[in-house]
């Protein structure tokens, strides 16, 4: 990649970019996407060159050297100023008397609480559509498809982060402590079964004998060997592993989804909720 010898500003995370804004991050220039990918850039979890996302907004443009120039400095805004009003003169009329109403207020609506806590919410978990966490006695509920990968993932941390309400629900508060992570049991190891192949004796074919009688058209005798009922001899032989040749065949068949895969599947919602194909997950 190219070397400059001046930086741009140091990035910021609490700063706004727009298409086509340079940061520097350890004497190394990255660039803004143009729409729809520009508002990843101001957003948590994108940060250039160190969170996992970030090729989904930046761009590396190459290195420079030097230390990053100054963020410029807004010029600070004039304060209004008040003009005084000359308000017009009018003959006095008689002001309406007017009965003061009080209005009934309504009671605040309230989610709903339960003195049950979900599981606290992990960071490391795997989250599925329906599944329930708590954060600071709060419950969230993970979205369904296709919000549900955004539940795992950095940036989208219930209650917290920026972007969180694009993967969970509030659905109320509880009180008590949240009950422990589900343990999955552990999965006993497959247990090779022998299977009792028959065996089969091979059966005769018939054979047909031409045979010539003194008659007007020849008459063919088939004469067939007697068939050998089927023998079944218990023959133990265990059950092998799955041959290279099905192997084979499993990735022929993914290998010709290729495309459909990295158009269907792996996807992500831009900042106006479009779904586009990632750059970063890819079935290569």
């Known amino acids: 990649a190219?070397?400059?010898?001046n930086c741009p500003p140091a990035f910021s995370a609490t700063a706004t970019y727009l298409a086509g804004d340079e940061v520097t991050v350890a004497n190394k220039i990255y660039k803004c996407k143009n729409y729809p990918y520009t508002g990843w850039c101001s957003t948590g979890g994108y940060e250039p060159g160190t969170s996992l996302n970030w090729q989904d907004a930046w761009t590396l443009e190459g290195t420079c050297s030097g230390q990053p120039v100054a963020q410029p400095v807004a010029p600070p805004t004039a304060a209004p100023v008040m003009v005084p009003v000359i308000a017009p003169v009018t003959a006095p009329v008689a002001a309406p008397v007017t009965v003061p109403v009080t209005a009934p207020v309504a009671a605040p609506i309230t989610a709903p609480t339960s003195s049950n806590c979900p599981p606290a919410f992990s960071a490391t978990a795997t989250y599925l559509a329906g599944d329930e966490v708590t954060v600071a006695n709060k419950i969230y509920k993970c979205k369904n498809y296709p919000y549900t990968g955004w539940c795992s993932t950095g940036g989208y941390e219930p209650g917290t982060s920026l972007n969180w309400q694009d993967a969970w629900t509030l659905e109320?508060?509880?009180?008590?402590?949240?009950?422990?992570?589900?343990?999955?049991?552990?999965?006993?190891?497959?247990?090779?079964?022998?299977?009792i192949a028959p065996v089969t004796a091979p059966v005769a074919a018939p054979v047909t004998v031409p045979v010539t009688a003194p008659v007007a058209a020849p008459i063919t005798a088939p004469i067939t060997a007697p068939v050998v009922a089927p023998i079944t001899a218990p023959v133990t032989a265990p059950v092998s592993a799955p041959s290279s040749d099905l192997s084979d065949l499993v990735e022929a068949v993914l290998d010709a989804s290729k495309e459909a895969i990295d158009n269907t599947l792996f996807l992500y919602e831009t900042p106006t909720s479009q779904w586009l194909p990632s750059t970063v997950y890819r079935y290569s």
């Open 2 to 5: 190219p070397t400059s010898s």
């Open 172 to 195: 109320g508060t509880c009180s008590g402590q949240p009950v422990a992570q589900p343990v999955a049991p552990p999965t006993a190891a497959p247990v090779m079964v022998p299977v």
